[in-house]
């Protein structure tokens, strides 16, 4: 069965810190797809990554970052020197191919960053 | 750049009553979804669509739900009933690879 975990709940940090959200997934199938969004204080869902279970290679992206490791079946997401804008909540989700691409979620980590 | 939009973004009716809520996917794109959020928690997966019928469906998404595609652009969820724990709020996505989101509904229902 599929299932992504965010251990989680809350993190609050002060401007600048860096911060790691944990994401951790079960599934049987070899293929598959992991990603991040953001849901700001308005609601809206905001894509943030995508990685195939083929590519373990880390990404950046400006002060984000992603480490994917199968061993630990973790995806987690990295930001480095916050800001008060990153305040959200962030959930990891996970889809299997061939599997109509839904997506499954985790619960979701509030993020809180003060100034 | 393309995007999803959904109509109404805020929608308040009487336990009982029929609502239908609607989205634009982005027009190349194939499958389309429906989601569930309950205020503070996750986001759920109600069901999705391809070549014009259901392709997986959620417990959630029982014999009250209803999805269609009317015409080439629009794609609703129909609430037959709607129940006081239908309030949540909505999304419709669509895919080529990643999985665009509209910016949701928000059902209310007293």
């Known amino acids: 069965a599929q299932k992504v975990t965010q251990a989680q709940t809350e993190i609050s940090v002060v401007e600048k810190e860096d911060v790691t959200l944990d994401c951790v997934y079960e599934t049987r199938d070899t293929t598959y797809y992991l990603f991040w969004y953001k849901q700001p204080p308005s609601g809206e869902l905001v894509f943030l990554i995508r990685?195939?279970?083929?590519?373990?290679q880390n990404e950046i992206s400006g002060r984000y970052s992603w480490n994917f490791q199968k061993s630990t079946s973790s995806f987690n997401f990295t930001i480095t020197a916050s800001q008060v804008v990153d305040s959200a909540v962030y959930f990891c989700a996970l889809s299997e191919a061939g599997n109509t691409d839904k997506l499954i979620f985790g619960t979701g980590t509030r993020l809180q960053v003060f100034p | 750049e393309p995007e999803v939009t959904q109509t109404p973004s805020h929608q308040v009716t009487q336990m009982g009553q029929e609502v239908i809520l609607r989205c634009v996917p982005i027009?190349?794109?194939?499958?389309f979804y429906w989601y569930r959020q309950i205020l503070g928690q996750k986001v759920e997966f109600l069901v999705s669509f391809y070549n014009n019928e259901i392709s997986e469906k959620s417990e959630i998404f029982d014999d009250q739900f209803s999805v269609e595609r009317p015409d080439g652009s629009n794609f609703t969820l129909k609430i037959r009933s709607t129940k006081l724990e239908d309030s949540a709020m909505y999304f419709c996505?669509?895919?080529?690879?990643?999985?665009?989101f509209g910016p949701g509904t928000r059902l209310t229902v007293l």
């Open positions: 990685r195939n279970s083929f590519d373990e």
């Open positions: 996505a669509s895919t080529n690879n990643e999985q665009f």
């Open positions: 027009s190349n794109h194939l499958y």
